[in-house]
């Protein structure tokens, strides 16, 4: 299938996008409890499916340039956030609930390995604790940061403005 240059474009800025945000925020972007801000962008599928290789190129490129965890999370990261984008332009139509994919995705498989790849205290971090500290950092920034972008670009009529043609 031969993808327009539009679509190419809008997928490479989505990514550049990812990984500036990821880097503006890389302290709070990392670890069990992360906030990576550039989640945000993760809904915007609901607008256009050129996002959705974007933010998984985005995703891969930040976790192989400022992760440091190595190839299992460049590889299962970005996963992780290609099926929560797929999973969100499925709901595109039910935008409240679009956020559940990459939440749902992310706690999972990210939850999984970070209980091997992050430092342990003293005990080792029972896997469902890692996968609900995953789900709260998706959460809050799905929803409090994610939902209203989306409301908001939705309002101004972004798809059509922004992504027409899509």
């Not at 990576?36 to 609901?46: D, G, K, N």
């Not at 985005?58 to 590889?75: Q, R, Y």
């Not at 890692?130 to 998706?138: N, Q």
């Not at 409090?144 to 101004?156: A, E, F, S, T």
Request: proline share 9%; net charge positive.
């Amino acid at each position: 299938m031969k993808k327009s240059v539009r679509y190419l474009a809008t997928g490479g800025v989505v990514a550049a996008l990812y990984v500036a945000l990821t880097a503006a925020f890389a302290p709070i972007s990392f670890g069990f409890t992360q906030f990576r801000i550039s989640e945000v962008l993760v809904l915007l599928p609901v607008l256009t499916p050129a996002a959705i290789p974007g933010v998984a190129i985005g995703c891969f490129l930040s976790n192989l340039l400022f992760g440091g965890l190595g190839p299992i999370d460049v590889i299962f990261g970005t996963l992780a956030t290609l099926l929560g984008a797929l999973g969100t332009r499925w709901l595109r139509k039910l935008a409240p609930l679009a956020p559940l994919p990459p939440i749902v995705l992310n706690a999972l498989i990210v939850g999984t390995y970070l209980v091997y790849l992050l430092p342990q205290p003293v005990a080792p971090t029972p896997y469902w604790e890692s996968m609900l500290a995953v789900a709260i950092g998706e959460i809050v920034v799905l929803y409090l940061l994610g939902l209203p972008l989306i409301y908001l670009l939705m309002r101004i009529d972004a798809r059509h403005r922004l992504f027409p043609q899509d």
